[in-house]
């Protein structure tokens, strides 16, 4: 068994002056005094990367400056999978008896210590160097062409992929450290700029600075104990150009592996945190999870089923769309967020039931699936 | 059509106006992304094929920013897979009105300092 013993977050937005190092830290040391334990008992470590500061030994920079000396430590690097990869060895290592108490770290300056082409640069290179590249792409165009096959298969409108911006942008104004604070109307996304059509400004989530942390034990260390009740991972293509069809991408290989190693099922799930770097991102992987019918997720969204008070909250800080997307740490906020509202402390934005969450992170252009399922145990 | 075994025959990835792929002796798996094998059966030297150009749109994405300066210069432009009658898929540039499943055939266009396929409708 492993548990998830203490969170940490940053705020997202512009933390001029931090390094990817300094976000990480911040981010560590509020992990390690929520799960009650002192730096020296973390003897493990795994963090991601940083685009801004690339480093071929990440974890262990991380560790010298942070001052650990750890039995375990290296880097993972899955894209915006990485956070729930890292959550998932940390879980295996644990029980494997390896390490006792892994810090999973990840924090990135992305929004003022590069340019925004810098970013949108870097991104792109997951694309492939001679057949893609070439042409000019950015990551918003790799979601964009998933989106235009999507939409055309099942009947799904620009109006039903802006529901989920709105969604997100309404939750985000409830937490003080999201990235956004202005409420957004499905017209303010219709109208906002054209990206890689059919995504719009608004349906792409922003270039964010910030750090995420949490700690994986072998035992509880509180009151309230999260347990990784079980996980699972899907890889299908690296390259848009090599996907297969829609409907056998990895999302729905993932959740099925995680359902089997869980025992669970998605009517026993009571909170939900998808990843969510587009509209259409979030879209199909709630689809996918069955999380809603084939093209029925922007109705679900516009009865309320995802909202706070609804039936399955959904990624109630804000998720990458509105809290903010700082790389690695990105998607690790989901895992924060989700553990405060399983352990009853996310204040005005607490659910009613969160004793079962259900996560999922998908790495390059739908390429890498992490699925995952925590469970309250007390 | 057979390249005889050598799998790097040269295509637009090499600024030749061609688009190339290769198909395995071994077990007929197509890949457009050039290697000395092949992926699905891993049996070596898959032979290299000059495809006809001739396709179908199966998806579309007109982008509308740009992260440097060369390829802002040609903003919009419309990234495309295609579906080729051969049987492979391709990312592609292509007319901007194109829609998911037009019939479409490539010629070749300047972006970026670069030669690469460009799909138009194909006529009747």
């Not at chain 1, 089997?260 to 990843?275: E, H």
């Not at chain 2, 300092?113 to 138009?120: K, N, Q």
């Amino acid at each position: 068994m492993s548990f998830i013993t203490g969170v940490g977050l940053t705020a997202y937005g512009k933390h001029e002056g931090s390094s990817s190092l300094d976000l990480m830290s911040k981010a560590a040391e509020l992990a390690i005094a929520d799960a009650g334990l002192k730096r020296a008992e973390i003897d493990g470590i795994l963090c991601g990367y940083s685009t801004v500061s690339p480093h071929i030994m990440l974890a262990t920079v991380f560790a010298e400056h942070f001052g650990i000396k750890p039995v375990y430590a290296h880097a993972v690097q899955v894209g915006g999978a990485t956070g729930l990869a890292m959550a998932m060895l940390a879980h295996q290592l644990v029980e494997a008896g390896v390490i006792r108490h892994v810090l999973v770290v990840g924090g990135e300056n992305r929004l003022t210590g590069q340019s925004r082409d810098a970013s949108i640069l870097a991104l792109a290179q997951v694309g492939h160097p001679d057949y893609e590249v070439p042409l000019g792409p950015t990551i918003p165009a790799y979601y964009g062409l998933v989106a235009s096959r999507y939409m055309h298969e099942y009947g799904v409108t620009q109006q039903d992929l802006a529901e989920f911006a709105v969604l997100m942008r309404s939750h985000a104004l409830t937490h003080p450290g999201a990235q956004f604070h202005d409420a957004i109307t499905v017209a303010d996304v219709m109208a906002s700029k054209p990206v890689a059509m059919p995504l719009k400004l608004l349906d792409c989530c922003p270039v964010s600075d910030g750090g995420a942390a949490f700690v994986v034990s072998r035992e509880p260390t509180g009151a309230t104990d999260v347990r990784v009740r079980g996980c699972a991972q899907a890889h299908t293509h690296q390259h848009v150009t090599a996907a297969p069809a829609l409907s056998e991408l990895g999302a729905e290989i993932a959740i099925a592996r995680a359902k089997a190693a869980s025992g669970l099922a998605i009517s026993d799930v009571r909170y939900a945190a998808v990843y969510d770097s587009f509209t259409i991102t979030l879209a199909m992987l709630l689809e996918d999870l069955g999380l809603a019918a084939r093209g029925e997720a922007a109705a679900r969204v516009r009865s309320g089923h995802f909202s706070r008070d609804g039936a399955m909250p959904l990624n109630t800080h804000g998720g990458l769309l509105s809290y903010g997307h700082c790389g690695v740490g990105g998607a690790m906020a989901h895992l924060v967020e989700t553990h405060l509202q399983m352990t009853g402390r996310a204040d005005n934005r607490q659910v009613r039931d969160a004793s079962v969450a259900l996560l999922h992170g998908d790495g390059g252009v739908l390429s890498s699936h992490v699925s995952m399922f925590l469970e309250r145990v007390r | 059509m057979s390249g005889g075994g050598k799998y790097a025959m040269a295509d637009w990835t090499a600024g030749v106006e061609a688009i190339v792929y290769q198909s395995c002796a071994a077990c007929g798996n197509l890949q457009y992304f050039r290697r000395s094998f092949c992926c699905a059966c891993g049996a070596t030297d898959p032979v290299a094929n000059r495809a006809s150009g001739e396709g179908t749109v199966y998806a579309t994405s007109l982008v509308c920013r740009a992260a440097t300066p060369e390829t802002r210069a040609h903003i919009p432009y419309n990234i495309v897979l295609v579906d080729t009658v051969e049987g492979f898929r391709m990312m592609a540039h292509g007319d901007n009105d194109l829609s998911i499943g037009d019939k479409v055939t490539a010629r070749f266009a300047p972006f970026a300092g670069r030669l690469v396929p460009y799909f138009e409708k194909t006529k009747p």
